[in-house]
């Protein structure tokens, strides 16, 4: 990448090919590439593999190949090739994160940041060897053993938004505890997916350990109807989470499927004004809105005019490209773009217009959505109900704490709910009622950090169990009780 040297992303000076790693080896498609355009430029950055079911087998048979010598290599061994992986991200964090930010659109720092928190799972999973397993003596002369068993093959599939943080959320800890990882990334940013994969194999992961298989919707289903495949974290829109889900669990097999969100921001009058416009600002624009723990809807309780319009002058100041990235492509700028316009006829205020914004004058063609807000919302329009994922903040007037809750709790979703207090009594009135799986109290982007997991509830998640920290521990392993006892032992029996 040398091409273009601004503030901004690295142009490649030829298109990336995304081909599929095939155990250890990269294999052009046989019938199909996909064009990979770039959200900061309109152009063609790469192109991508878009596999059929029978590349799939192929790339399924390449890790089944390797499952059984991975799954009996000890924790330790495989706990230091995940370490020196660890330290080729943190090498090559530059290229990683410049490839995160020109796919999908992210500034720099954001991407960064994405890989920064994806090498926390690293590092989580790193700690896996101190900590896991167990035996006891159950009773006189009789052993207890759990032993966490590798479930073989498992497969991963994952969206746009986070090229790099996403799928780290799986493969880390499903490798580190024996199985062989298939990622099937976004077809929109193969670009970071596949220079991870490099990174692993130059990590030195056995090849068919990790493999990449590439393409869209024919691929997750060839994937999902695999039999030697024998779990799945997806993650993506509550739609497609939910088949996907329901395809994989009919089958028999292990899934866990997050989904899209509608996060709300409760604000009462006595939130601290500094730090409720920083993360009421930093939550919707973040990203570009286009992560599935961005605020989305604001509940305003009581009278906190003040606070609504220091919001919008924030959010008016944003500089686009350098502190606030672009839309990923035409397709979904056109659909935010409409519903701004429809979230007007159907009778809100649009306090703050991001479409047709000045575009950074280094990207003009890129798909540009300024920060937008639609206050006096009502319950039942589209912008206080759907995920518009998209800078886009909707606000809803209410006059009390519980109208703010039973609204949080008519919500489909279930991902993150906020509150914007000084008020001890209130933040725990709130996290204590919200009906999400991520609370935040003065926080406008909730995300746990390592070793605490990351999942929500409602159509936000299908399945049981969050996808990191313990949770990814138990997704990608099955739990073996041993009990043994050796000495004869004519006055014992199981129950002494
Ligand atoms: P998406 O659902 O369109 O795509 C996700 C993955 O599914 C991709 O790999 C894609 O190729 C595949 N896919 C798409 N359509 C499919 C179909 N019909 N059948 C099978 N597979 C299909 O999601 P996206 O647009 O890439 O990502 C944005 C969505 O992801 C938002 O809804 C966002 O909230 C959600 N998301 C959720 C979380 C979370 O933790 N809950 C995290 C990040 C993103």
């Not at 990448?1 to 080896?25: D, F, S, Y």
């Not at 192929?58 to 991975?70: F, R, T, Y």
């Not at 101190?130 to 009773?139: F, I, Y």
């Not at 990449?212 to 030697?228: K, M, Q, S, T």
Request: with cysteine; aromatic share 6%; hydrophobic share 45%.
């Amino acid at each position: 990448m040398t091409e273009n040297k601004h503030w901004g992303v690295q142009v490649p000076a030829t298109p990336i090919e995304c081909r599929n790693l095939v155990a250890g080896h990269w294999i052009s498609p046989e019938t199909e590439w996909l064009d990979v355009e770039s959200p900061y430029t309109a152009q063609t950055v790469g192109r991508v593999a878009l596999s059929t079911v029978r590349e799939v087998d192929a790339v399924v048979a390449g890790a089944k190949a390797a499952a059984s010598d991975w799954a009996r290599t000890p924790l330790k061994e495989r706990t230091a090739l995940l370490f020196r992986y660890r330290e080729l991200v943190l090498k090559h964090l530059d290229d990683l994160s410049n490839r995160a930010a020109l796919e999908a659109g992210k500034t720099v720092a954001e991407a960064r940041a994405g890989v920064l928190k994806g090498v926390e799972v690293i590092e989580y999973a790193l700690s896996l060897q101190n900590d896991l397993g167990g035996a006891q003596e159950v009773s006189r002369g009789v052993t207890c053993e759990v032993r966490r068993e590798p479930l073989g093959v498992v497969a991963g599939i994952t969206p746009f938004n986070f090229p790099a943080m996403v799928p780290m959320w799986l493969y880390p800890i499903a490798v580190t505890m024996g199985n062989c990882f298939v990622h099937k990334p976004s077809e929109k940013v193969p670009l970071t997916a596949v220079r991870m994969a490099e990174l692993m194999v130059e990590a030195g992961f056995p090849a068919g350990v990790y493999s990449v298989v590439n393409g869209g919707r024919a691929a997750v289903e060839a994937l999902v109807d695999h039999p030697d495949v024998k779990a799945y974290g997806f993650v993506g829109s509550s739609n497609v989470a939910k088949a996907v889900y329901a395809r994989a669990t009919s089958l028999g097999k292990r899934a866990l499927c997050l989904g899209g969100a509608k996060n709300h921001l409760i604000v009462v009058p006595d939130a601290d004004p500094a730090v409720t416009v920083d993360g009421v600002v930093g939550s919707f624009t973040g990203c570009a809105g286009q992560r599935c723990m961005a605020a989305s809807l604001m509940v305003a309780v009581g009278e906190v005019d003040r606070l609504v319009d220091a919001i919008i002058e924030r959010a008016k100041r944003l500089e686009l490209g350098r502190e606030m990235g672009a839309i990923i492509d035409r397709a979904a700028l056109e659909r935010l773009n409409k519903a701004i316009a429809r979230a007007e006829s159907d009778g809100a205020k649009l306090r703050l217009d991001g479409r047709g914004i000045k575009a950074p004058t280094e990207y003009p063609d890129g798909y540009w959505l300024g920060p937008t807000v639609i206050d006096h919302a009502t319950p039942g329009q589209e912008c206080t109900e759907a995920e518009l994922f998209g800078p886009v903040l909707t606000i809803v007037r209410v006059k009390t704490l519980d109208e703010a809750l039973e609204l949080e709790a008519k919500s489909p979703y279930g991902n993150a709910t906020s509150v914007f207090t000084t008020r001890g009594a209130v933040a725990r009135y709130v996290a204590e009622r919200a009906t999400t799986g991520m609370i935040g109290v003065n926080i406008g982007v909730p995300v746990p950090r390592e070793p605490f997991s990351f999942g929500g509830t409602k159509a936000s998640r299908f399945g049981q169990g969050d996808i990191t920290g313990s949770g990814g521990v138990e997704l990608w392993t099955s739990l073996k009780k041993i009990t043994t006892k050796w000495a004869l032992q004519p006055d014992q029996n199981w129950m002494s």
